[in-house]
């Protein structure tokens, strides 16, 4: 049989890379959008950028999203693009709805103009849930989103949904709740407390100015949930599925697990900063993710200490060679 083709966008993103890695593991020849930019955002696939095909596209460019999916041919797609920090959706919420919303009809489109056997995966979030209307939440939970982005991601749900029933098309959306991994960017919280607990230990930062610690979330590894959106991809039917550890920790939590793998009282060091608050929290997130776990065999591996001290411990490991190197990482 020949090789699966699947193209990733993202693929630059901390899920772009991780999924990039399982999918050449699975022997799949990949594809991976890019968008052109002056300096290249290549770190976390240049371990792997020789094993890899790279196009240019945009979410912003249908055109170039149509070429894309011609000229590579794909089984599978994975959208995994989008703008994805929360803070940034309300300072720049159209651009977050043209990336996160409509992107992702744009990339449908072209799937339906090209071929409509391509199976199709949508990065959804658990930030659909927002002010939640129960506890934990399902795929039958209703949304109540609390920022742009959280819309933008309700519609590219619903228009991913709303597909897959118009035109046949096999759409999933994977409901990811907040995943993480030492590839995560340095803005989102747990790669903030770790890299600054490393930092701090080590002598290069003094304090770490920080948000809302009551927030909860049920935070999970990203290696862990790229297998769930593989295998939503290789049932028998298309569907949606929750993605979750089912456990939830404080913002808190975090810290406190996080400066003690560095051997520091978090107390000492944490400043809190009304610049970090948001115009509206989403206070409260916990799966229900019995769906994809019966249906899907799937399980997370890591947990959450395991988690942190894993992005501690490549934070520590990172700044030491900077030191090592008199300064440069
Ligand atoms: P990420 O690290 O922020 O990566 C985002 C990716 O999207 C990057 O490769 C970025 O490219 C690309 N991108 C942004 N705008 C684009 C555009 N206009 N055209 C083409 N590419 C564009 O995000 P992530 O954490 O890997 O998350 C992957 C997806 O899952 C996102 O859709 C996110 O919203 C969603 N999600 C994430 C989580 C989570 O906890 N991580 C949970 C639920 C859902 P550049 O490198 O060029 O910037
Ligand atoms: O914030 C609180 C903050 O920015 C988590 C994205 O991947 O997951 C992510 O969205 C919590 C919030 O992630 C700081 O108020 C306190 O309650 O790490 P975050 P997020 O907003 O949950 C979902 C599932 C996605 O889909 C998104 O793409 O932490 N918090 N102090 C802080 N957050 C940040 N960033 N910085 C602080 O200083």
Redesign the pocket.
């Known amino acids: 049989m020949s090789k699966k083709t699947a193209l990733i ?8 890379s991780y999924l990039a890695e399982l999918l050449l593991s699975k022997d799949y020849r990949v594809v991976g ?3 052109r ?1 002056s300096t290249e ?1 290549f770190e976390r696939i240049s371990h792997i950028e020789d094993k890899l095909e790279l196009v240019q ?4 460019d249908q055109y170039s999203l149509i070429d894309a999916i011609k000229k590579t041919n794909p089984d599978e797609v994975y959208n ?6 929360v803070p940034t959706s309300w300072n720049q919420p159209v651009l977050t709805g043209e ?2 919303a409509l ?1 992702v009809t744009r990339i449908m489109e072209a799937i339906r103009l090209v071929n409509t056997n391509i199976r199709f995966y949508q ?4 930030e659909m849930f927002g002010m939640v209307r129960e506890t934990p939440q399902s795929e039958m939970t209703p949304f109540y989103p609390r920022s742009p982005y959280g819309v933008a ?1 309700v519609y590219g749900h619903y228009i991913t949904v709303n597909y897959r029933e118009s035109y046949d098309l096999f759409a999933c959306s994977g409901i ?5 991994s030492p590839r ?2 340095l803005e989102f919280v747990t790669r903030k407390v770790t890299d600054a607990a490393a930092r701090i230990k080590l002598g290069l930062q003094k304090e770490l100015r920080m948000g809302n610690l009551d927030a909860r979330r049920d935070w999970g590894f ?1 290696g862990d949930y790229v297998v769930a959106m593989w295998l939503m991809l290789q049932q028998d039917k298309p569907d949606d599925y929750v993605i979750s550890t089912d456990e939830t920790h404080k913002v808190e939590e975090l810290v406190e697990v996080a400066f003690a793998r560095v051997g520091l009282d978090w107390k000492e060091y944490v400043v809190q900063d009304p610049k970090f608050y948001r115009p509206a929290e989403v206070d409260l997130l916990v799966g229900d993710s019995t769906k994809a776990r019966t249906r899907l065999g799937w399980t997370p591996e890591v947990d959450f200490k395991g988690l942190v001290e894993m992005m501690v411990d490549s934070d520590v490991a990172r700044w030491t060679k900077y030191l090592k190197n008199g300064g440069d990482v």
């Not at 966008?9 to 772009?16: A, L």
């Not at 596209?57 to 912003?60: G, N, S, T, V, Y």
């Not at 990811?176 to 993480?180: P, S, T, V």
């Open positions: 966008t993202g693929i630059t993103g901390q899920d772009g959008t890019v968008r930019s955002t596209a945009d979410l912003l995994l693009a989008a703008q994805s920090f990336f996160t992107g990065a959804s979030s658990s991601k990811l709740f907040n995943h993480e995560r960017g990203a």
